[in-house]
């Protein structure tokens, strides 16, 4: 029971952000659905234009232009919520199969390459499975995927977004690796979460966490801690899931959630809080504050929406 729902929360491991650039990367593009006369259109002409995702909140997340430049590839310019203040879009170029059987749709942002599959409902909603650079196609889509719409058919990037291009994409590649471990300490929370309602406890093993994407990384490491805090009489427990850098030039994440009474006495809920170091470090982020009834985030850090 808990293996299957573990797997259903990793589906969402994107879904925020969320998401993030990384999400976006592999879930801005659109195709056509099972019906014969719309996989009779070029694919590209389903694409071109301007997209907008939200996340599971209802949450703007982030915008897509696709400009098509033949029926099977084309430039993808990518604007995200999560990015610094300032408005920048990252470049980079996709490549379309629509004869496969789920259609399938590259991403290639300077060394990083996604590969994921679609489709479009009837509705004219575009579900995508997510998948992350480097690793294996999807084969089915996730029970939940995530949903774009069409805004306009608009392919111009408007004139006071600064663009990123390779060799530029080498320099802005942080931001690709922060987003990607950023989604991971969200999924992790989920799943501290998930465990919590089932065993009333949480887990130190990220492993068990992390079921289903790859930890093993060149940039970051992970840290769990587990302990426990007393407030009005009452212990409250804690844990604070960490996301370190193992090279310069990276920021650092930490998530903490932590068990809060309910109004059923023999209940307790959780809540959560997720935070960004202010600059680049490989420290590994202190405990968070207490502040009036819950926890904000540690020194040099700041809270992520």
Partial sequence: MRKHVLQKNVVFRFIDQTMIVLFI???????????????????????IGTWEFKNQDGAKTGTAIFEPKSDADGDVYILNNDLPS???????????????????????????????????????????????????????????????NKVSDSTTVASDVKILRSPDLISSSALIRQTEHKSYIRAIMRSQQQIFQQNGQFSNDVNQLMLGLPLNSDFYTYKITIWEDSRSGQLIQIVQNSVVPLKDGLKAYTGIVYAIASNDANQKTTKSILCESNLPTKAIPTKPKNQDEGYICPNAYTLVN
Wanted: with cysteine; charged share 20%.
């Fill in 25 to 47: 990367m592999v879930g801005l593009l659109v195709g056509c659905n099972g019906m014969e006369d719309r996989t009779k259109k070029s694919t590209n002409q389903n694409l």
């Fill in 86 to 148: 300032g408005k920048t879009a990252i470049a980079g170029k996709y490549k379309v199969n629509s004869s496969s059987n789920p259609q399938q749709l590259d991403f290639i942002f300077g060394d990083l390459t996604t590969q994921t599959i679609y489709e479009i409902g009837n509705d004219g909603q575009l579900k995508i499975a997510n998948s992350v650079p480097e690793q294996a196609r999807p084969t089915t889509l996730d029970p939940q995927p995530q949903l774009l």
